[in-house]
T-cell receptor, first 111, second 116 residues
Framework: SQQGEEDPQALSIQEGENATMNCSYKTSINNLQWYRQNSGRGLVHLILIRSNEREKHSGRLRVTLDTSKKSSSLLITASRAADTASYFCATGRWNTDKLIFGTGTRLQVFP | EAGVTQFPSHSVIEKGQTVTLRCDPISGHDNLYWYRRVMGKEIKFLLHFVKESKQDESGMPNNRFLAERTGGTYSTLKVQPAELEDSGVYFC??????????????FGPGTRLLVL
């Protein structure tokens, strides 16, 4: 099966630092999305970047996409304790609505 | 606007029993999806409804799983009989049907299923 992979699997930082998570995928995509999951909660959509885009910003989030390397990165600037969560990338492909998720990065932000 | 809701939030059953999970999508969303995350693994797609029709059920693991969406509103996912490997978190998501397709899916909180 086709899967995305994130690295690192886990990341611990201090409040105020930046957090960078990476995602790699295997097939041609239509878009790539990042989701956050707080402990025991559902997935919250953060940002979507299309295959013809290279970079996108939303508040403290910055996403890049390199389709030649089949990879994406999520940067959270000036992190806060409330950013502590698991972060997943998910790819959308042409001709199907289903999302292919990565394995996730667990981010811990210490106050 | 109410989000996607799922019931129950947790379920603990014994191997061989039956469990039915329910998902209520966001009102007006024609697309409804089921995903699951087995312990320690990635979130995997199970199936996709457009209104009451199954658009894609390629992710359904076997015939012990039955999904329905009668009337095109809420959906149920029944596991019968449940096996140990069915334990995990079952997520439901919905999205509106728009020209060109809607990429963003709105997820519910999930149902945590434990089969003993």
């Amino acid at each position: 099966s086709q899967q995305g992979e994130e690295d690192p699997q886990a990341l611990s930082i201090q409040e105020g630092e930046n957090a960078t998570m990476n995602c790699s995928y295997k097939t041609s995509i239509n878009n790539l999305q990042w989701y956050r999951q707080n402990s025991g909660r559902g997935l919250v959509h953060l940002i979507l970047i299309r295959s013809n885009e290279r970079e996108k910003h939303s508040g403290r989030l910055r996403v890049t996409l390199d389709t030649s390397k089949k990879s994406s990165s999520l940067l959270i600037t000036a992190s806060r304790a409330a950013d502590t969560a698991s972060y997943f990338c998910a790819t959308g492909r042409w001709n199907t609505d289903k999302l292919i998720f990565g394995t996730g990065t667990r981010l811990q932000v210490f106050p | 606007e109410a989000g996607v809701t799922q019931f129950p939030s947790h379920s603990v059953i014994e191997k061989g029993q039956t469990v039915t999970l329910r998902c209520d999508p966001i009102s007006g969303h024609d697309n409804l999806y089921w995903y699951r995350r087995v312990m320690g693994k990635e979130i995997k797609f199970l199936l996709h409804f457009v209104k009451e029709s199954k658009q894609d059920e390629s992710g359904m693991p076997n015939n012990r799983f039955l999904a329905e969406r009668t009337g095109g509103t809420y959906s149920t996912l029944k596991v019968q009989p449940a096996e140990l490997e069915d334990s995990g978190v079952y997520f439901c998501a919905s999205s509106p049907r728009v020209p060109g397709g809607s990429e963003t899916q709105y997820f519910g909180p999930g149902t945590r299923l434990l089969v003993l």
